[in-house]
Each structure stands twice: as C-alpha cells, then as structure tokens.
C-alpha cells in the first residue's frame, strides 16, 4: 500500500532508530564515548551477507550477525575498561579503522568492492516489528533494577564502586547488548539494500548515530526514536521542497541540526521530564552521598 520511495524512508528509519538505541545505551546509560559504532554495523552486515548469500535461513544470518557484533563488543569492551572519555573514543576509533582496514583487504569480503547480489529478505513489515521489540526490550530495561544500575555507573562510576556495583561488568554488558543492536541494524541493512562495501560503514556513519542520540536526548529511551527520524526523515522532507532547497539540502540540514543545538544543548528530549519520571533522581541520592563521603575521608 505504500511507494517503494515511501517504504524505503521508513525502512531507513527503523535502521537508525536500533542503530542509535544502541548507543544510546552504551553511552546514554553507561557513559562510554564511542566513536565506533558504525563498526559493528559493518561486522553485522558482512557476516549476515555471507551467510545470505551461501544459502543460509536469513533470521539465522541475522542471529549470527548479532552474535558477531556481539563477540567484538566484548573483544572491545574488556581491554578498554579503565578508558574513559577521549581515550575510550579514541580506542574504539581505531578498532573501526583496524576492521575497515580488514575488510578493504580480505578476498571474502570483497575488497573495497564490497559484496553484491545480496538477497533481498529485508522488507517494512519486519523492521517495525524488530524496532518496536528492541525499543520494548530496553525500555523495561531502563525500568529494571539493571537499567538503574547502568544508570548509575554512568552517572558516577567511582560513587557506584563504591557502593559495591562492579562497573566493568555492566560497562561490558552495555558494550555487547548495544553492539548486537549495531549488528542486527546491519544485517537489515545489507539485505535491503543488496550491496554493502567498506564506505558504508566509516567514521562518518559513527558520528551521524551519534548525533542521533545526542539530538534525541542522551539516556532518554524516547530519544533514539526522535533523533533516528529527524536525521532520516530531514534530508528528503528538505529534497522535495523546492529544487532551490534541494540543491542546498545538506548546507540547510547541517545548520538545521547546529541551530537545533544552540537551542536546545541537551537535545530535544533530554532534561524535560518528558516520558521520564523526576522521582527516578533519587536512586542516585545514595551514590552522590557515597562519593561525598569518599572526598572527605580523602581530604
């Protein structure tokens, strides 16, 4: 009932919407700064076209891309854990550039030239179904006593230490659940869009999640969905304005997100209260107290 056009935004918008779920948890929740998300996209998508393409049960090549993007969010995750801020973002630069690298060279890949006749599996009906499954999954998640924890971490790691909360392993949990998203994003997208190269997954990509997520509301479980579509949806909405504006579409786009910003620094969702509950502040109370406590003793 809907143009391929039509259908084909929409499907784009799903894509995103688990891409920056994803980091969002990572770094909305946990506080991690990556710069490689986009990473485990490609890892996703590679492995769920190879397997497509051999023949494979496309939900089993979606399940093994996710298992795959999983395994190097751990391989990441671990050696990275008393990383924080620029140095965590630069660690996780340069695992994207040593899997681009990877990818650019080995013959089962493609090379540069990436993989093409892809089969095509991926259609609407299925990402909104695993869109709204995923944003269920982690919006009981922000609710549980798991989210509250990661919360915390993100909000103040030494504090939680302190407390008893073992920060790696929820750092590394984040790390993994938000990669097997980035994984299962790029197992859509490859067998949508039936040819996947290196480019598709770069350092640009990282950032464009990024600001998915920052433009949402960093740690809203409200804010990938809003982000995913106004960055989806502005490029093509400023397309068929006018052939004036849809020539100068991405000038008009990039101030649209800077001016959105100036506006509103701590994104269109984020610190409002809105579909968040005020009260949800008073789990911290504790370890903001702890950390008090710990100042002190040193002092």
């Not at 051999?54 to 671990?78: E, N, Q, T």
């Not at 499954?133 to 302190?162: H, N, P, T, W």
């Not at 990024?210 to 995913?228: K, T, Y």
């Not at 506006?263 to 911290?284: A, D, K, T, V």
């Amino acid at each position: 009932m809907m143009s391929g056009y039509y259908s084909q935004i929409f499907i784009i918008m799903g894509i995103n919407i688990l891409l920056a779920m994803g980091l969002n948890l990572i770094t909305g929740y946990t506080g991690q700064l990556s710069l490689g998300h986009a990473t485990f996209m490609g890892i996703g998508a590679y492995t769920s076209a190879l397997l497509t393409k051999a023949g494979a049960p496309f939900y089993a090549s979606l399940l093994a891309g996710i298992l795959m993007a999983s395994f190097f969010g751990l391989a990441i995750g671990i050696p990275t854990l008393r990383l924080r801020g620029d140095y965590l973002a630069i660690a996780t630069l340069g695992f994207g550039e040593i899997v681009r690298t990877f990818l650019n060279n080995l013959s089962i890949t493609g090379g540069p030239n990436g993989i093409r006749a892809i089969p095509l599996k991926t259609n609407l009906t299925m990402v909104i179904i695993l869109t709204v499954l995923c944003f269920y999954l982690l919006y009981r998640l922000q609710s549980s006593r798991l989210g509250k924890v990661m919360r915390a971490v993100g909000q103040d790691e030494i504090a939680s230490e302190a407390t008893g909360i073992n920060s790696s392993y929820y750092k590394i949990m984040a790390f993994v659940i938000g990669a097997g998203l980035a994984g299962l994003a790029g197992g859509l997208y490859a067998n949508y869009f039936r040819y996947i190269n290196p480019a598709n997954f770069t350092f640009n990509k990282s950032i464009e999640i990024l600001c998915m997520v920052v433009l949402g509301g960093l740690g809203n479980p409200f804010g990938p969905i809003v982000g995913g579509v106004i960055i989806s949806a502005l490029p093509e909405i400023l397309r068929n304005i006018s052939p004036v504006v849809s020539q100068y579409r991405m000038v008009l786009y990039g101030l649209t997100l800077i001016v959105m910003m100036i506006i509103r620094p701590q994104g269109i969702l984020g610190g409002s209260g809105l579909f968040s509950s005020p009260r949800r502040e008073g789990h911290f109370k504790l370890f903001r107290l702890a950390k008090e406590v710990i100042r002190n003793a040193d002092s």
